[in-house]
């Protein structure tokens, strides 16, 4: 198991992590074939996962850390607010499977939070797509503190 007393910076330099263009957080690709690829994926608490959705299915494990809170948006309006963690009694989840089209967005709840992730087939930067604040907005009206907190705004008002 990870010591819980490493920062982040310590964990990013021992798996050598470096930051996610767009999306934020730190990542290491581990495996990749024709099939899959997999990452090692660190949120800390100034670094959150923007909200974004891919045309493939991508798994998250959690590693180390404290739980990670989730935000998945389904196209039919589905909102779920999954916690990537190991206190299975309180509802967390050691494994949370993202389905393809889902917008998507994860942050730390304490200092930082390893996860990885896997996804089959395998990831490439044209199944990538960033979210626009308003356009959520637009369509969860409901959920806007949660978009407002995972989303970077490029508006400078």
């Known amino acids: 198991m990870l010591d819980e007393k490493k920062t982040a910076e310590e964990i990013s330099d021992i798996l050598g992590l470096e930051p996610l263009a767009l999306e934020g957080g730190m990542w290491t690709q581990t495996f990749k074939d024709k099939n899959s690829t997999a990452i090692y994926y660190l949120l800390s608490e100034n670094n959150f996962s923007a909200m974004h959705k891919l045309q493939a299915t991508e798994i998250y494990h959690y590693y180390a850390g ?63 797509q960033l979210a626009d604040r308003e356009e959520l907005l637009k369509d969860w009206p409901d959920s806007r503190q949660k978009i407002c907190e995972l989303t970077r705004s490029d508006s400078h008002h």
């Open 66 to 128: 404290a739980p990670a809170q989730m935000l998945l948006l389904d196209p039919v309006g589905k909102i779920e607010e999954p916690i990537l963690g190991s206190n299975l009694e309180s509802g967390h989840r050691p494994q949370i499977i993202v389905e393809p089209g889902v917008w998507q967005g994860s942050r730390t709840t304490g200092e930082w939070t390893l996860l990885g992730t896997t996804m089959a087939p395998p990831y490439s930067q044209e199944m990538f």
